[in-house]
Every structure is written in structure tokens, then in C-alpha cells.
């Protein structure tokens, strides 16, 4: 019995079928690079500056494009309660801008971190909860218990009024090692970019002279 690779029509073929994927593959590949859309850096720096909590209250479907608008002119930096005055001031200093308010309009600066939490012995397992959270920091399944990711929400309180037997409530979160961190002055930033060493060492000089001096 003749074996089917000894064909030699089917072996062109295969080896036709071969070769085309590698060119498709590397004409792909050659496309990708050479039409590939680069990212806006203000974007990305205005982006990372945002909470992340991707709540809505800006009045745009997340951070990102939120942080979209802000670059195009199109949003004002003072529209983030989950952020606060501190994001506000952060952003003002990055794009060189008044740092305004919080735009009352967006909702409160809460001084308090919060996350979900559900009472187990009152969810029904509607999943309601699970499609309106962000960042899917809520597990379970149809008609079984939910639990709250604590470490991946944001507290953005989006899941709370989706509840029909109103089983989710936002805790305060105790300040700890892990969600500690250092405020600084609004100003502090520019004062850094704007800081020498040798500011340091001269005025050092300055203070050993006049000590020699006395």
C-alpha cells in the first residue's frame, strides 16, 4: 500500500499551505509594527495619576477616558471625588493649571477609604451586584453566595444600589501597612523639580563661613 506522503501533489501542497502562513505571518507581523498606533504620553501620565476606581462620577464610563478628556480640553482636572483635592492638585501641577476645587456637581471627597461588603446570610446570588462592578473584584455565581475581593475594590460604590435585598454595604477600611501612604503638600512637587544639591551644599558653605567667621 502507497503511503499518502509519497504523493508528490500532496507534499507541494502542504508545503504550498507552509509557506503561505509563514509570508501572511510575517506580513502581519511587519504591519503591526510599522502601523502601529502609539499611545499619548499626557494620557498616560494624567491616567496614572487617577484612582483607578473607575466609579463614573467624573461623568465618563471609566478613568481612562476621563483621563482622555482632561488632554483634549474637553473635562476639567476637578471632576474626581474618589481622588480628591490631592489628585486635583496633583494633575494641576502636571499639566501647569489652576488646581480648582472639587466640582460639587461630581459628588464628595470622602475622607475615609471604603469597599463593598456583602451579608452573606442576605445575598440571593442575583449576580446583579458582579455585572456592575468595574473592576470584577466580586465572585460568585447565580443563585450562590457572593463575596467582595477586598484587596481589588475600589469602593466605588457602583454595586450597592444594583442589590434588590440590600445586602451590600461600604466599610471603612483601617489605615495599615499595606494602604498607608504620605501626602504631600500640594506644592511639593514643583519644589522637588525645582530643588538642587547644590543649593544644599552652597548654602552649607555659607553657614561654615559665617561660623568661622564669629
Known amino acids: 500500500m502507497q503511503s499518502a506522503f509519497s504523493d508528490p501533489i500532496l507534499i507541494f501542497a502542504v508545503i504550498a499551505l507552509v509557506g503561505l502562513a ?4 510575517a506580513v502581519l507581523g511587519f504591519a503591526s509594527e510599522k502601523f502601529k498606533v502609539e499611545g499619548d504620553p499626557i494620557v498616560e501620565q494624567i491616567d496614572s495619576i487617577l484612582p483607578q476606581t473607575q466609579c463614573g462620577q467624573c461623568g465618563y464610563p471609566g478613568c481612562r477616558p476621563y483621563a482622555q478628556a482632561i488632554a483634549s480640553g474637553e473635562a476639567n482636572i476637578n471632576r474626581c471625588p474618589p481622588g480628591g483635592q490631592a489628585t486635583i492638585n496633583h494633575l494641576a501641577d502636571l499639566l501647569d493649571v489652576e488646581a480648582l ?3 460639587a456637581e461630581s459628588g464628595v471627597e470622602e475622607e475615609e477609604t471604603k469597599v463593598a461588603y456583602i451579608i452573606e ?3 440571593i446570588g442575583c449576580t ?5 462592578c468595574p473592576v470584577d473584584a466580586i465572585l460568585g455565581a447565580a443563585k450562590q453566595m457572593h463575596t467582595v475581593i477586598t484587596s481589588e ?5 457602583l454595586c450597592v444600589e444594583p442589590c434588590p435585598v440590600d445586602c451590600i454595604e461600604m466599610i471603612t477600611v483601617e489605615e495599615g501597612l499595606s494602604n498607608w501612604h504620605w501626602t504631600l503638600p500640594p506644592s511639593s512637587s514643583k519644589q522637588i523639580e525645582g530643588f538642587k544639591i547644590t543649593d544644599v551644599i552652597t548654602t552649607d558653605r555659607v553657614k561654615t563661613k559665617q561660623d568661622d567667621a564669629a
Open 121 to 123: 446570610d442576605l445575598c
Open 128 to 132: 446583579k451586584c458582579i455585572q456592575a
Open 22 to 25: 509563514v509570508l501572511f505571518g
Open 101 to 103: 476645587p472639587l466640582d
Open 153 to 157: 475594590c475600589t469602593g466605588c460604590d
